[in-house]
């Protein structure tokens, strides 16, 4: 698996894309769902990187701007909610969304209760797949850009109270 299309991967640092483009990352251990999400978002400037299992995922967020995560619920090694426990302690933490062919009321309440973004339910559909991934990545690019400006108001602040006092 690996990436598609889009950032270089250098090995100490997160490469942002240039192009504008956003950045998924589909984590499963089954190859159809990696193989359908690239159908869905070949036609954009959307880049795919893919995982199979958690570890394979960190490296991933350590090398990428990730900004949202599609994640089969159940893992080779764990779940959906260990990968949700490993990006609560990220800086610019991606949105998750959950797939599972069992997307039932239940999977839902635990999936927003928990802090995840949303639940897709296969087998894929196109539309709510786009819909899904956009609203993800609306929540994280909203998020992201309030913290910036928070910190960069912070440091204006910072430098104003230093300016006084010197």
Known sequence: ????????????????????????????????????????????????????????????????????????????????????????TLPNAPSLIVTSGLADDHLWAEVLNLGAWGVLAKPFDRKEVIRSVKSGWQHWHDRTHVRAKAMAAATADEVRALAAAG
Do not use: K
């Open 1 to 88: 698996m690996g990436e598609h299309r889009g950032t270089e991967r250098t090995s100490t640092t997160i490469v942002p894309r240039t192009n504008g483009g956003l950045t998924v990352l589909s984590l499963s251990p089954l190859d159809e769902d990696h193989l359908r999400l690239q159908a869905i978002v070949s036609h954009s400037t959307w880049t795919l990187l893919t995982a199979r299992d958690l570890e394979s995922a960190v490296t991933m967020l350590q090398h990428h701007e990730v900004a949202v995560i599609v994640c089969e619920r159940d893992l080779s090694q764990g779940t959906w909610i260990d990968v949700l426990d490993h990006i609560d």
